[in-house]
């Protein structure tokens, strides 16, 4: 799904189906924020890397830099650094990682956590828009066969494209006068 806790997995599915994504996050944002125990956070915080996936892009003048506030950070709360910064920005996530260093466990888990909801919120709008694909698909499926309408047909001829002839029950309409009812105009 979106989280690594297996609490909010399965929260959520046992809440599920829900009737819009406005829906499915607003119960989502009242259980990960109101309603999961600080295990299940740890267990989401502990699947991250943001740490590892910046090093491995990052220059290699950030990389001890990196590396010494990764472990710094690790070691003071417990669990991976996450940011929803994208890992492309090394220097950006630098910075932040040496900031929330300076933050006591209460604030770090609660900033934690609202990363960590980000991501939440991101995986249920891609699930959302999937599984509304695959019913739109499915319901296009079960229409049946579509086949071309054979009440009225319209042949141009090749040679103008002005000039168009009506054939079938409604040949008449070329005629039709806006300006008259359809008594007037002889309609059945």
């Not at 499915?24 to 259980?31: E, K, N, W, Y």
Request: hydrophobic share 40%; with cysteine.
């Amino acid at each position: 799904m979106c989280a690594s806790s297996f609490f909010f997995v399965r929260s959520m599915q046992e809440a599920s189906p829900f009737s819009s994504l406005v829906y499915a996050i607003s119960f989502a944002r009242d259980l990960w924020f109101n309603n999961s125990p600080i295990r299940a956070w740890l267990d989401a915080f502990s699947t991250h890397r943001h740490i590892g996936t910046t090093i491995s892009r990052a220059p290699t003048d950030l990389i001890s830099d990196l590396c010494q506030f990764g472990a710094k950070y690790r070691k003071k709360f417990g669990f991976e650094f996450l940011t929803t910064i994208d890992a492309r920005h090394s220097h950006k996530i630098l910075e932040e990682v040496k900031a929330r260093c300076e933050n006591n466990l209460l604030v770090e888990l609660d900033f934690a956590a609202r990363e960590e909801f980000y991501f939440i919120e991101r995986g249920l709008t891609k699930l959302w828009e999937r599984l509304s694909q695959e019913e739109l698909q499915e319901e296009t499926e079960d229409l049946g066969e579509i086949v071309p309408d054979s009440l009225e047909e319209e042949l141009v001829p090749i040679n103008s494209s002005d000039e168009v002839v009506w054939t079938g029950d409604k040949a008449t309409m070329r005629n039709y006068d806006l300006n008259k009812t359809p008594d007037e105009n002889q309609i059945d």
